[in-house]
């Protein structure tokens, strides 16, 4: 039976996350090959081929050239015969009792264009130099020279990885460091061996000794457990990594190569951060998970293990969050004292932030163990928006557990009922509904105070407007939160539709061509209307004036303004959710406010306009009959002095006055 190389290296696309397992694999067939040559002194030798091998500053250079090609030399036993046989098998056998899985190869030409191999090996008492490509074509092995040659007992085998493939380029580690740590990584058990050969990495005029790399983040600091999970054994490698970056991991091994990880994190939030030794040095812990079920549930390429999913129903089955959680109990009994002062320090974090965004209290009494989950490297805006997700968490449950109570009282001996025998789930609902009424509350004091501010320092019409609500806005373009209308009405807060300084032909409900710009117009009730026809409960129009304005011209006279206005929206074609025109001024009352000073010549114009004086002597009213308009004039003292009274209770609870 024959094997069609190029469909075989087409039948899977090799995963972005695995760009470098070409190289990895190259470097393990080395590892095998000085194996099988039963020598202590082998070399490995990786040489990083760039776009452009120029000489620049490593260290000065931001952007180093794109890596291109890979060069792994050995000085192993060489493509003899049986080694050159066993490469032109798929899936040979050969080096089974290593977990070769002799499809290793086919990686190569999935990242790569071509592989080059030239070996130079002693055989039959003779010198022989052994050439050829593995190209992605029908047969795979392409222009294969083999000849015997005398001279020099050098024995080497290089394997040249070439044209690495644009859309792989991105995802390569660019940096020979970086490189060094992912061979670690995916070799880290083969580093443990004495014999390990010396593996050796350059980069034009950078050299990297992998092996010493290795001692230097470890400091020999490996030491080996047992574990039984189910009917699996395992052999759980522990390390401390000395490196400059948090790198806490499980890695899961077959065939003494690492194949995926785990973030400790996951099960020990406080492990996304350095644990500290006895002599005050920041370490990581990797650890190295081997076992005969990893052996056997590891896929073809070694790029996923097949653990269970679901349900186990067989005691040779095992999913990789129990064995996961296994290994980070362990972890943590062993680094108890430690993770229990990165818990402190990170609840620490958590606390004074909170301690800033009361919103957020409730959470250390409802929510703590999500609060550990937070990391404690955030920023203050990364971490707030954790807060936020785990409090709108909190909101979801306290609604249904509301919603699951309260639909059985129906009266008030149930409500005295519910309150005695769900006295938790009552205080929870009412804080967590006091967390943020109280943000709220603390708001409109704060805003209030502005407003306060503005008129002390005659602040411009267009402050004051914004303040209330913003500028060249529409209703649909900002949230609740984000506009105080409570200050005139609070009902206005509960709109269906608002315009602010738009002109009239700009407003979509009404058909006009005027320029004229209303300060904020507000349609009220869902478009969607009763049988009378009324697609609108109400209209509102409001208009501001600068604080002590008393220069008005006759055009500019307020309440020749809203008139006008009043008069655009009755003549205009007004439409309903429909987009048919109706008649508005039989059916839709119209209020209009005007915030302003009472000022000498803004009092004239009431006056003449038939305008009567409010109770309370801070403003005026009129009733406009042709327009079925009903007109208040109200001055900024009587806006500020109604605001602060429909708060007065909330800001006592609050200890805000």
């Known amino acids: 039976m024959q094997i069609d190389i190029k469909g075989k290296i087409n039948e899977k696309k090799l995963a972005y996350s695995n760009t470098l397992l070409p190289l990895y694999e190259a470097i393990v067939n080395s590892i095998h090959s000085i194996e099988e040559r039963d020598i202590k002194t082998g070399i490995i030798e990786i040489d990083i081929i760039r776009s452009t091998q120029e000489k620049l500053d490593l260290e000065e250079s931001e952007n180093l050239p794109d890596i291109v090609d890979f060069t792994i030399k050995d000085n192993g036993i060489g493509f003899n015969e049986t080694n050159y046989d066993s490469f032109n098998f798929a899936h040979s056998t050969y080096k089974f009792s290593k977990g070769g899985k002799g499809i290793g190869r086919f990686t190569w030409l999935r990242a790569f264009n071509k592989a080059e191999i030239e070996s130079r090996y002693f055989e039959n008492d003779q010198w022989k130099l052994r050439k050829f490509n593995f ?54 058990v083969y580093f443990l061996n004495k014999n390990c050969p010396r593996i050796i990495l350059k980069d034009m005029n950078e050299q990297i000794i992998v092996n010493d790399l290795f001692n230097l983040f470890t400091k020999g600091q490996v030491r080996t457990n047992k574990a039984k999970i189910r009917n699996s054994e395992f052999k759980l490698s522990f390390v401390k990594l000395y490196s400059n970056r948090v790198d806490n991991k499980i890695h899961y091994c077959a065939n003494t190569r690492e194949v995926i990880f785990d973030k400790i994190s996951i099960d020990i939030p406080e492990m996304d951060n350095f644990l500290i030794d006895n002599e005050g040095n920041n370490f990581s812990i990797a650890v190295y998970v081997e076992g005969k079920y990893l052996d056997e549930n590891v896929n073809d390429e070694r790029t996923t293990i097949f653990f269970t999913k679901g349900e186990i129903q067989f005691p040779d089955q095992l999913s990789q969050e129990e064995l996961r959680k296994s290994i980070t ?19 620490e974090k958590v606390y004074e932030f909170v301690s800033q965004h009361p919103r957020y209290k409730q959470l250390l009494k409802y929510k703590p163990n999500e609060l550990k989950k937070i990391p404690s490297t955030l920023s203050e805006e990364k971490m707030e928006l954790e807060l936020f997700k785990i409090q709108q968490t909190l909101e979801l449950d306290v609604k249904k557990e509301a919603r699951t109570i309260l639909k059985f009282i129906e009266n008030e001996d149930d409500k005295d009922e519910f309150t005695e025998k769900h006295k938790e789930i009552y205080a929870k609902i009412i804080e967590v509904g006091n967390s943020k009424l109280s943000e709220y509350v603390i708001h409109r004091k704060l805003v209030l105070e502005l407003f306060e501010k503005f008129l002390k320092i005659k602040a411009t019409e267009k402050a004051v407007h914004s303040l209330i609500f913003p500028l060249q806005t529409l209703s649909d373009e900002i949230g609740f939160e984000d506009h105080n209308l409570w200050m005139i009405d609070e009902k206005l807060s509960y709109h269906k539709y608002l315009a602010s300084d738009k002109k009239f032909k700009r407003i979509k409900l009404i058909e006009s061509q005027s320029s004229e710009r209303p300060d904020l117009i507000v349609f009220n009730k869902p478009f969607a209307f009763s049988n009378n026809n009324k697609p609108y409960e109400s209209i509102v129009l409001i208009e501001f004036k600068r604080p002590l304005r008393d220069d008005y011209t006759d055009e500019e006279n307020p309440i020749q303004q809203v008139t006008r206005y009043a008069r655009e929206i009755i003549e205009g074609e007004a439409k309903d959710k429909d987009k048919r025109e109706f008649d508005i001024r039989k059916n839709t009352p119209i209020y209009a406010y005007i915030i302003c000073d009472l000022t000498k010549k803004l009092k004239g114009y009431a006056n003449d306009s038939g305008y009567k004086l409010l109770p309370s002597g801070d403003g005026f009213f009129f009733f406009n009959d042709n327009y079925n308009m009903y007109v208040e004039i109200l001055s900024f003292d009587k806006i500020l002095n109604d605001s602060k009274e429909r708060n007065r209770v909330l800001f006592q609870k609050l200890n805000l006055l």
């Open 135 to 188: 190209e992605p074509t029908k047969l795979g092995i392409e222009k294969h020279i083999l000849e015997d040659v005398n001279g020099i007992e050098e024995r080497y085998t290089t394997v040249r990885l070439k044209g690495l493939k644009n859309e792989y380029k991105k995802w390569c580690n660019n940096k020979a460091e970086d490189i060094a740590l992912k061979i670690i990584e995916h070799a880290f």
């Open 329 to 347: 109990d362990f972890i943590y009994k062993e680094f108890e004292d430690q993770i229990s002062k990165l818990s402190k320090t990170r609840l």
